[in-house]
């Protein structure tokens, strides 16, 4: 047989085994169709069986639920049923309530207008007294006047008058017995308030004028001091110009000069000799120069400060030398640059407030002084306003400035709105006239104004204000004036003086009385 019988004989072969395959698997197929159906059915009548049981589950769940809804919804009606009932019996309360208040008002209202008509006729009756009273005291009053012979004016006006005047006599009995008490603990209240203020404040407020005080250890020192035959001191006192007197006050020397830069530099030169121990006429010179050139110093840097202090620039450095020499100068017991401070501060203020050049004012204010520390004894005789006028133009201040510090005591006309603010800033600062003739005049003024006050109070004879003002004495006729007249005489001149006058402490009031009988015995 050849290959190709062979391979047709395979092919046959493997379709018929194919064809038989396909028998055998349809017949299987059947029977597992035919097992599904028969699963299927027992499923469905299972799933229908266990449908049903659901169904009668949910059926009983849902009557349960309605039956719980049933009983909440029954549960909410009983509530609004039995808050309503409540809600009607509040209602019915308040309505008898307002019945019974009605009907209270009303008998209240019905009271009120009898008690009304009760007021009304008891005030008819009071009217028709009052008027039976007023014509039987007018017909007492026509009486009196016809027994006294005065009109009811007139006798008012007599009592006025009589107790007017009890009252006044009383009033000035008490006062005086008050003004005698008072005088009695017034001293010791005096006392007590002045130790209580020396020790709240212990800053030393005055100033020495030519006097300095140098302490010492030791009353040793003072031999040294002196020298052998006094050649010590009076090389000191030869090269600082100052007066050093040594007495028998324990454990001090008191240096004595007008010039208050001098008596500090021999002040130090002092302290430096004492320290040093080393005391002869070649080291005092020596320790003096030093000592000069350091207040120098000292001086010139006071100035810069007090410049730099108030804003103020471009002044010229003898300017600001003689700013700091005010240091050491004092003026009515003022230090002499916290004076020119102050009334540079106040210039400021014042001009910024009217509206002028603050700055210009300011320096006005500062430099208006500077007159008060001379160089040269020639330079005393010259007031120190147009001292320190000259000055200023000197060193090329503005003329404003110039004519403010030579205005400042009216000794130059004044030529701008900035010199009549320089001299009231200074009479602000001072608390004083701005010269010695003023307080003169001013003193003398306020004497003849105490003797004028007392000459106007009748029964006055004479009247002498005495103790630089501070007392006045008043003589009065004896024939006019009383003993209680004249202690009310003196009370009232007292109040006259408070009220219209000014003047510094207190003004003591002294009325005198006498009664002379002379006779001659021969």
């Known amino acids: 047989m050849d290959i190709t019988t062979i391979a047709i004989a395979l092919v046959i072969g493997l379709g ?20 599904a159906r028969k699963e299927s059915a027992a499923i469905l009548k299972d799933a229908r069986a266990e449908g049903e049981n659901i169904k009668k589950e949910k059926i009983y769940q849902a009557k349960e639920k309605f ?49 009304l008509r009760e007021v009304a006729s008891r005030q008819e ?7 039976e009273l007023e014509k039987l005291h007018k017909s007492q009053v026509q009486q009196l006047e016809v027994i006294s012979g005065l009109s009811a ?12 005047e009890t009252a006044k006599s009383d009033a000035m009995a008490f006062l005086q017995t008050t003004l005698e008490e008072t005088k009695m603990t017034a001293q010791q209240e005096a006392k007590k308030i002045i130790v209580n203020t020396i020790q709240r404040i ?28 006094g050649r010590n001191i009076r090389a000191l006192e030869a090269v600082t110009g100052v007066e050093i007197i040594v007495d028998d006050t324990p454990e001090a020397i ?48 006071v100035g810069k400060r007090t410049v730099i202090d108030l804003g103020i620039h471009g002044l010229h450095p003898e300017l600001i030398r003689t700013v700091g020499r005010m240091k050491y100068r004092s003026s009515y017991g003022q230090n002499l640059l916290q004076h020119s401070r102050e009334v540079a501060k106040l210039c400021g203020v014042m001009a910024a407030e009217l ?15 500077i007159g ?27 003329p404003e400035v110039c004519n403010a510090i030579g205005a400042h005591h009216d000794e130059v006309e004044m030529k701008s709105l900035i010199a009549p603010i320089v001299q009231v800033c200074d009479a602000i600062s001072g608390a004083r006239p701005g010269a010695r003739r003023q307080v003169l005049d001013s003193y003398i003024q306020r004497l003849k104004d105490l003797e004028e006050i007392a000459f106007g109070f009748s029964g006055v004879q004479k009247a002498y204000a005495i103790q630089a003002g501070r007392e006045l004495r008043v003589i009065v006729e004896s024939e006019k004036v009383s003993d209680e007249k004249a202690a009310q005489l003196s009370f009232e001149i007292s109040q006259k003086i408070q009220t219209d006058m000014t003047y510094p402490g207190q003004v003591k009031i002294t009325v005198i009385r006498e009664t002379r009988s002379v006779n001659v015995a021969k």
């Open 153 to 164: 004016e007139e006798a008012k006006g007599q009592l006025l008058e009589s107790l007017k």
């Open 125 to 131: 009756f009071f009217e028709k007294k009052q008027g």
């Open 355 to 369: 509206g002028l050049n603050a700055k210009l004012a300011k320096r006005a204010g500062l430099l208006h002084d």
């Open 16 to 35: 018929i085994g194919f064809a038989i395959a396909k028998l055998l698997e349809k017949g299987q197929a059947s029977k597992t169709l035919a097992a």
């Open 372 to 398: 008060k520390v001379p160089n040269t004894e020639a330079e005393l005789e010259t007031p120190h306003a147009i001292l320190g006028m000259q000055w200023a133009e000197k060193y090329g201040e503005k």
């Open 202 to 229: 212990g800053t030393e407020e005055a100033i020495e004028n030519c006097v300095s005080v140098f302490n010492l250890e030791s009353d040793d020192v003072k031999g040294r001091i002196i020298g052998r035959e």
């Open 254 to 301: 008191i240096l004595s000069c007008f010039d208050s830069v001098r008596r500090e530099v021999a002040r130090l030169s002092l302290h430096k000799l004492v320290t040093d121990g080393r005391i002869h006429p070649a080291r005092i010179e020596e320790i003096v120069h030093k000592t000069e050139k350091q207040i120098e110093q000292e001086i010139v840097e």
């Open 67 to 115: 039956l719980e809804l049933k009983a909440e919804h029954e549960k909410v009606i009983l509530g609004k049923d039995k808050k309503i009932t409540e809600a009607e019996k509040r209602t019915r309360d308040k309505e008898s309530q307002v019945s019974s208040e009605l009907a209270r008002n009303k008998k209240l209202n019905e009271e009120l207008e009898n008690r």
